[in-house]
């Protein structure tokens, strides 16, 4: 709800005599208050070395901010990527979940996530190239969820590849966890 001008002259006169205050969010709990701001994950096991595994989201007409992207791994590494307008078929529709109880579930996002898709381009790399390497010796081997690459601005109407593969020497468990928002950004380039 906007304030008349007088309303908020009578506010900032309440905050200069200390009995008011002016609340102050960020953007994540704004966007997440809004129903605008998604999750999702997965998880694969027994990941061979070198190999690969691919997401797709395709954005529909209002733009992604990619916010996070967040992997655990069992192995001591692994690399990760974002490309553009990759070319694939197939794949199945992921669930993403709304950080939000009030909205619908599953919300009525305009993009989808696909998982399983059968990638053969993967289009122009987008991202620069995620490594991840966690310890080796067996007392501590693996990393639990840590954040790789954040705000990356996905453009509407255009799909993105995400790419990340094995590369421990032995095989591993692999958690992936993305997060983002959808809608009209505050700048958008001229």
Not at 63 to 81: C, H, V
Not at 121 to 131: L, Q, R, S
Request: net charge neutral; aromatic share 12%.
């Amino acid at each position: 709800m906007y304030r008349s001008l007088s309303s908020l002259g009578h506010l900032f006169h309440k905050i200069a005599r200390g009995v008011g205050a002016v609340i102050t969010q960020d953007y994540n709990e704004a966007n997440k208050k809004r129903g605008l701001q998604w999750a999702a994950s997965r998880v694969v096991t027994n990941a061979a070395t070198g190999q690969a595994f691919y997401s797709v989201i395709e954005v529909g007409g209002k733009p992604i901010d990619l916010k996070r992207r967040e992997f655990a791994f069992t192995g001591s590494s692994i690399e990760a990527d974002i490309y553009q307008d990759p070319t694939y078929t197939g794949g199945t529709i992921g669930a993403v979940y709304n950080a939000n109880g009030f909205t619908p579930q599953p919300p009525s996002f305009l993009f989808t996530l696909k998982s399983g898709v059968l990638v053969t381009d993967e289009g122009v790399k987008f991202a620069p190239t995620i490594y991840a390497m966690g310890p080796t010796s067996n007392q501590s081997k693996g990393l639990s969820n840590a954040l790789y690459g954040s705000n990356y601005i996905l453009k509407p109407n255009t799909s993105y590849l995400l790419k990340f593969v094995s590369t421990d020497s032995q095989n591993q468990d692999i958690a992936v966890r993305i997060e983002g928002f959808e809608g009209d950004l505050d700048f958008y380039p001229e």
